[in-house]
């Protein structure tokens, strides 16, 4: 009996050990050079968003038009983590396979990944695009290393803070907080009205934020002099703006302490509970982050919805808001696509001024041409209102230096650092240790490059 | 046959006193063990009962204040959510349920055969490099996976089997060899040899006295390897990670149920139900063997 | 049922001796014999490549990789392989993150292999003890515990000490305050604030997980103790404890052995629960040695050499504990 059952197993084991074999092989076809693709594979980052699959939809139908040779190429969308980019762009461009045709890239990604030599040059497409002359100049220049250009803007926008106007208004909070001791003090009123809220969510893995706050207190994360930088992290200016951060949490108790170690999004990595979470759900009275947050928001909770609005992260003593990081996206072509020229047709329409301006107005993004940003377009939307002010005063350096990535996302010096400041660890030799690893790490390879 | 020691007891030597204390003491004895026992099985059932309770739970009651612990309105949205593709976005779980079954499969029958050949050298002649090729896999079944990974992601990209199923069963294979060998040598070794000399005289080839004498006698042991080698490409995880990268629709359980937990705003609820179909067959699969898995639990621990 | 189980570990399940080979059948089975002279080298030949090819030539190359500046550039010839020596050895150990990176992991393996064979032993003592309905239930509990593939397990704790809807947090926050009970549990988050509490979760899980081998392993060894013995300790006045320890903790002691090296490799080695419960590779001061290799290797830059180093010292380190481990089964028998 045991000898029947375990040949049978056997027996069936063997035919699903030839068919796992034949599917392998099957995949591994269609590798012709031809300039008709049979699939683009397009990297996004984030998680999936309805209205975004819709807008991708338009444009490939658009591309499938205007492109006839490309009429059967099927294009496909693959979500990938904010957290795991990294990772699985690596990965790709050393085995070569199993990467993007098209991907997106974080603009301060972009400088990093280019110069390691994972994006194709598309100087001369982007010369002879009718659009190209209408991005925004510094935008594209971010995203040119040695004279290439290897990515194209797509969509950018700015952090601020969001706030609730129905609880502004019963907690007497008639304008909008412009200087740090404001913001606290708001922030220590609302927990105060609505008990069991926190005031203002502070994540220790948010440089993006963070660096607001050393910007605005005068501050500087680091400076260029030829191409060596030097690290400014413990300036008196920049160690205020770190200060107030960290205290939001260790002295103001007006963030929680789950937030350390998380980003705005929650833990790095996993699933729901970050202070996106919380603010939708009316645990968080103050969130910082940009509009493009409102869709994540509203599939947590619309209840609140209608009081949604926003306004510029303050600077130390007012009344201009902090320089905000100026971030956004970037479409690049994969350096071993085989299909370099249809890449560069796809990227040319979903980010052709139409295309762009309907995505960035569904996501909350700002549209990278200059044309579109002319006028009081947004005057009038009190979620956009607010970030619209904040895109006045933007600094992106030196968040778009070569290592940046490999300072950011990999090494996380400035996640590191704040939170072993949020868990206690001495200020100073925190700060003066970050500052030297960061030190290091822009200035790697820097007399080749 | 876990009967208490007191019971075997000759009476001769039982302690002197009134028999009534003695039966007294004894049913305290054996009411609080039966409680710790109570309460051993309910702690360690209950995280699994929690994640299936989870799974049939819908949002509200998830993320209720006052969690409950049975579901109030069970539902059966999640796992629909997961069966539709919805929840993940990267496709039904069916499909990766069908992958990890290929990968698992193919690995125990491909780790079976190989380990069963190894183990009829082993148990059954004596040869120069005998005692050294045992220490081997004593010692390679130690050697970490992630000592290993940086090597066999550079490897297989070259071979072109990384993002495929066949790259990931001949891994585990491979890393499910050294523990099938040196249990299964052990059930070899039990069968009489006289058999098969028997068999070689009545002019048997050897293949045949192989799959005719010593196969059928072995298959108990196999089914106690395979066991193991299902544990490990069931359940790896690291390998299939740096694999499979963004090859979605060669992902395997793990990685899918990773997946979806890592991405931003997916719930609770689905991913619960997930880990639940993920657990269900593994689960079975033990209680359904777990007569026979005597030896093989125990050896079949190693690097669970 | 668990019961059932009758061969200690320790002995690889052994149910009896091999015969020894060597007696010389009569006639034809003479020719057989001749030609087997090379049959067990043919009949381990498929296992010899696969194991050389998959698990010990990458040791070989990660030891070459970790003498060497590999990385992106050299995968694809964009620049030359160079030889640095013990410069990646240099640079590991120059780096703090290494060091607390090691404190982590040896100190969560002491905290885990103890806590896993107290637990274990224990277990294992009760099943014993208990009637075969009782330990039927235990023994099937257990075995749910050990089955759970890690991937779930690690879900399902992350879930359990959620934050927000977790139960632990709202457990905490409701338990007396002599209990430990306060507030400001709810909403304590476990996974990525320290590596404390994110080592506790990781802690708590590995012994749910780890201690049902354990306990059938040592109630595998108990069956074995002659009761006699145990009787004849009872009868000279010995307690329970006292007869654990004088009878049947020496009569074990080659099981604990191999548990303890076991546990020990086990728990040095933990990738999935950590990588998945301290929020992938987002929380550096939460690395454990595994993590820490991780992300030297493949995280951008990329420093293959680095993860090769690294790849050495935690096969060197844990090289070491399987030398005792191999001495330890060796001294039982088990090659024969």
Redesign the interface.
């Known amino acids: 009996m045991k000898l029947t059952r375990s040949a049978a197993a056997f027996g069936a084991a063997a035919l699903l050990a030839g068919a796992a074999a034949g599917c392998g092989s099957s995949s591994s076809s269609g590798s012709s050079a031809s300039a008709a693709p049979a699939k683009l594979v397009v990297w996004r980052m984030g998680s999936s968003v309805p209205s975004q699959v819709t807008w991708m939809n338009g444009v490939v139908a658009q591309f499938h038009k205007k492109y006839p040779q490309y009429a059967k190429t099927k294009v496909t969308v693959d979500w990938i983590p904010w957290g795991n980019r990294v990772t699985d762009w690596t990965n790709a461009l050393t085995s070569g396979k199993g990467g993007p045709d098209v991907t997106e890239l974080g603009n301060t990604d972009t400088p990093g990944i280019a110069s390691q030599g994972a994006l194709a040059s598309i100087t001369s497409n982007v010369k002879s695009w009718s659009y190209g002359s209408g991005i925004i100049p510094g935008n594209l220049a971010n995203d040119t290393v040695n004279g290439q250009t290897y990515a194209v803007p797509w969509f950018g926008g700015v952090r601020g803070i969001w706030y609730r106007k129905d609880e502004f208004a019963k907690a007497g909070i008639t304008a909008a907080p412009t200087t740090w001791a404001q913001l606290v003090s708001d922030a220590k009123t609302l927990q105060k009205k609505y008990p069991g809220t926190f005031g203002l969510g502070a994540p220790s893995d948010y440089t993006n934020a963070i660096v607001s706050f050393i910007w605005g207190a005068g501050g500087q994360v680091a400076t260029q002099s030829g191409s060596k930088w030097t690290a400014t992290l413990n300036t008196p200016a920049s160690e205020a703006g770190i200060k107030f951060y960290a205290d939001l949490y260790l002295t103001q108790h007006v963030s929680p302490s789950k937030y350390i170690g998380q980003t705005e999004l929650g833990a790095p990595g996993a699933t729901s509970g970050g202070s996106d979470e919380d603010f939708a759900l009316g645990k968080l009275d103050m969130y910082i982050d940009g509009p493009w947050a409102q869709a994540e928001l509203t599939a947590v909770s619309k209840k609140y919805e209608a009081d949604w609005a926003s306004f510029p992260i303050p600077s130390v003593s007012g009344p201009n808001p902090s320089p905000a990081f100026s971030g956004g996206s970037d479409l690049g072509v994969w350096v071993k696509s085989k299909y370099q020229t249809a890449d560069w047709d796809l990227i040319s329409l979903m980010d052709s001024p139409a295309n762009a301006t309907t995505f960035a107005n569904s996501a909350g993004f700002f549209p990278q041409f200059t044309s579109q940003l002319k006028g009081g377009a947004y005057a009038g939307n009190p979620v956009m209102a607010g970030f619209a002010k904040a895109a006045a005063y933007t600094q992106i350096a030196p968040l778009n230096s070569k290592n940046w990535a490999t300072a950011d996302a990999t090494d996380a010096i400035i996640p590191t650092m704040m939170k072993s400041l949020m868990q206690g660890a001495s200020f100073s030799a925190t700060v003066n240790k970050a500052n030297t690893e960061l030190q290091n790490v822009l200035n790697t390879g820097s007399e080749t490059g | ?5 007191l019971r ?2 000759p009476p001769s ?1 039982r302690r002197p006193g009134p028999r009534t204390r003695a039966r007294a003491v004894r049913k305290t004895k ?1 009411f609080s ?2 409680a ?3 309460l ?3 702690v ?2 209950f ?2 009962f ?2 299936i309770s ?1 799974a049939f739970k819908p949002s509200q009651e ?3 204040l ?2 409950r612990l049975l579901p109030a309105h069970p539902t059966l949205g999640n796992f629909s959510a997961v069966m539709s593709g919805q929840a993940s ?1 990267i496709g039904s779980v069916w499909l990766f349920f069908r992958n990890s ?3 698992t ?2 690995t ?3 780790a079976s ?3 069963l ?2 183990s ?8 120069r490099f ?2 050294s ?8 079944q ?14 297989f ?1 070259r071979l ?1 089997l ?6 990931l ?3 585990y ?3 499910a ?2 523990v099938s ?3 299964l ?6 069968v009489p ?1 006289e058999l098969e ?1 028997a068999a ?2 009545d ?1 048997a080839g ?1 293949l045949r006295i192989f799959w005719r004498i010593l196969f ?1 006698l072995v ?2 042991g ?3 390897t ?1 066991i193991f080698s299902f544990i490990t490409a ?2 790896e ?2 390998v299939a990670l ?1 694999f499979l ?4 629709s ?1 992902y395997t ?2 990685i899918y ?2 997946f ?9 609820g689905p ?2 139900a997930a ?1 639940t179909l ?2 269900i067959p ?2 079975l ?3 359904i063997v ?2 026979r ?7 079949g ?4 | 049922m668990v019961d059932t189980i009758t061969n200690p570990p320790a002995r690889a399940a052994g149910p009896a001796r091999a015969p020894r080979p060597g007696r010389v059948p009569a006639g034809r089975a003479r020719a057989l014999i001749r030609r087997y002279r090379l049959a067990p080298y043919l009949l381990l030949l498929p296992s010899m490549v696969a194991i050389a090819l998959v698990l010990l030539w990458p040791v070989v190359q990660v030891t070459l990789y970790s003498f060497q500046n590999y990385g992106l550039p050299q995968t694809d010839g964009a620049a030359p392989v160079q030889w640095i020596g013990l410069g990646n050895f240099t640079a590991t150990f120059a780096d703090p993150e290494f060091w607390l990176a090691l404190r982590i992991t040896v100190l969560f393996a002491a905290a885990a292999v103890t806590l896993t064979l107290l637990a274990g032993t224990l277990v294992g003592l009760l099943l014993h003890q208990l009637g075969r309905v009782m330990a039927g239930l235990v023994g099937t509990a257990a075995l749910l515990a050990w089955a759970t593939p890690p991937v779930s397990a690690s879900v399902l704790f992350y879930w359990l000490f959620n934050p927000d809807g977790g139960l632990v947090d709202w457990s905490l926050a409701r338990l007396p305050h002599w209990l430990v009970g306060s507030t400001n549990w709810a909403g304590f988050n476990w996974t990525t604030t320290g590596a404390l509490p994110a080592y506790t979760v990781v802690t708590v899980l590995v012994v749910w997980q780890g201690f049902p081998f354990i306990a059938v392993s040592v109630l595998a060894g108990l069956k074995t103790v002659p009761a006699e013995l145990l009787e004849a300790a009872r009868v000279d006045g010995a307690g329970a404890w006292h007869g654990f320890w004088r009878i049947t903790f020496p009569l074990l002691k080659p099981i604990f052995l191999v548990l303890l090296l076991l546990s020990v490799i086990w728990d040095f080695n933990v990738f999935t629960q950590t990588y998945l419960l301290t929020g992938g590779l987002g929380n550096r001061d939460e690395f454990n040695l595994s993590l820490y290799l991780y992300d030297k290797a493949f995280t951008f830059p990329p420093s293959y050499g680095l993860g090769g180093a690294l790849a050495l010292i935690l096969t060197v380190i844990l090289l070491i504990i399987t030398v005792g481990y191999v001495r330890a089964s060796v001294r039982q028998g088990a090659l024969s």
Not at chain 2, 133 to 140: D, K, P
Not at chain 2, 142 to 155: S, T
Not at chain 2, 245 to 248: C, E, F, S, T
């Open positions: 046959m876990t009967a208490p020691t075997i007891r030597i054996t063990l039966n710790v026992g109570v051993v099985a309910l360690t059932l995280p699994i929690w994640m989870t998830i993320y209720s006052t969690p976005g079954l290929l990968v499969v193919s125990v029958v491909l055969l190989i380990s050949l190894a009829v050298a082993v148990a059954r002649f004596r040869f005998r005692a090729y045992l220490i081997m896999l004593l010692i390679v130690m050697i970490p996976g992630q000592a290993l990974i940086i090597a066999l992601f550079l490897d990209d072109n990384l993002q495929s199923l066949p790259g069963v001949l891994v294979s491979a890393q060899l050294p060998i040196w249990m040598r052990n059930f070899v070794a039990t040899r000399e070689a005289v002019g050897s059928p298959a108990p196999l089914v106690a395979s069931y359940n995880f690291i740096t990268g963004q090859a979605h060669d359980l793990p149920v990773t979806f937990f890592t991405r931003g705003g997916a719930e609770w991913i619960m880990s993920y657990t593994v689960v699969f033990f209680l777990q007569r898995m005597t030896a093989g639990l125990v050896a621990a190693v690097k669970g």
